[in-house]
Nanobody, 121 residues
Framework: QVQVVQSGGGLVQPGGSLRLSCAAS????????MDWYRQAPGKQRELVAT???????DYADSVKGRFTISRDNAKNTVYLQMNSLKPEDTGVYYC???????????????WGQGTQVTVSS
């Protein structure tokens, strides 16, 4: 069994900060990359940030300079630090862990349950 559990999120005023975390546990092998997605009401899900096994990061243009993705490999955990939040950042945030299943090492996507982020005054 593999579980991906998210925490963080909530209601914050514009200009505020939040930190999301996402931890994978269970029978999981090596992690290739970890991603954060979000889905705003009435819009398609979009990729927000990604980090590879080697620590290479990439961000959507809309969050560059404000969001930071990081990881703790020992804990199979990925974080998303969100600063200078805007109302446009509102949505459900999902993490995705791209990893190999044990014992057959099949490459799969493991998704977190999602967490609501609301930026409003």
């Amino acid at each position: 069994q593999v579980q991906v559990v998210q925490s963080g999120g909530g209601l914050v005023q514009p200009g505020g900060s939040l930190r999301l975390s996402c931890a994978a546990s269970g029978r999981i092998g090596s992690i290739n990359a970890m991603d954060w997605y979000r889905q705003a009401p009435g819009k398609q899900r979009e990729l927000v940030a990604t980090i590879t096994k080697g620590g290479i990061t990439d961000y959507a243009d809309s969050v560059k300079g404000r969001f930071t993705i990081s990881r703790d490999n020992a804990k199979n955990t990925v974080y998303l630090q969100m600063n200078s939040l805007k109302p446009e950042d509102t949505g459900v945030y999902y993490c995705n862990v791209r990893a190999r299943r044990l014992p057959d090492l099949l490459s799969l996507d493991y998704w977190g349950q999602g967490t609501q982020v609301t930026v409003s005054s």
